[in-house]
Nanobody, 122 residues
Framework: QVQLVESGGGLVQAGGSLRLSCAAS????????MGWYRQAPGKQRELVAV???????NYADSVKGRFTISRDNAKNTVYLQMSSLKPEDTAVYYC????????????????WGQGTQVTVSS
């Protein structure tokens, strides 16, 4: 089992920045891919960013150039640096982990954190 705990959410004005952290514990050696998802009220959960063991990254078009995902393997922690935040970035942000070498479906992420609220005011 892998346990994921997010932190760093909060209220920020448009144009501001936040850094989310996801601390992993347990059988983290099983994890190949880490991702950040978000879910706004009334909307489907969407993938924001992913990072592989080899530090390859991918981003949703809506956050490219504004968000950066990174990982510190020594600390078993993944980060999401969010800059130039917009009101439409308001959502609950979830950290997720996949054990497969490739994960393109939400269902392939088998471990999830409890989520952290990010609210961007206009």
């Amino acid at each position: 089992q892998v346990q994921l705990v997010e932190s760093g959410g909060g209220l920020v004005q448009a144009g501001g920045s936040l850094r989310l952290s996801c601390a992993a514990s347990g059988s983290f050696f099983k994890v190949n891919i880490m991702g950040w998802y978000r879910q706004a009220p009334g909307k489907q959960r969407e993938l924001v960013a992913v990072i592989t063991l080899s530090n390859s990254t991918n981003y949703a078009d809506s956050v490219k150039g504004r968000f950066t995902i990174s990982r510190d393997n020594a600390k078993n922690t993944v980060y999401l640096q969010m800059s130039s935040l917009k009101p439409e970035d308001t959502a609950v942000y979830y950290c997720a982990a996949a054990t497969l070498p490739i994960a393109t479906l939400t269902s392939q992420y088998v471990y999830w954190g409890q989520g952290t609220q990010v609210t961007v005011s206009s």
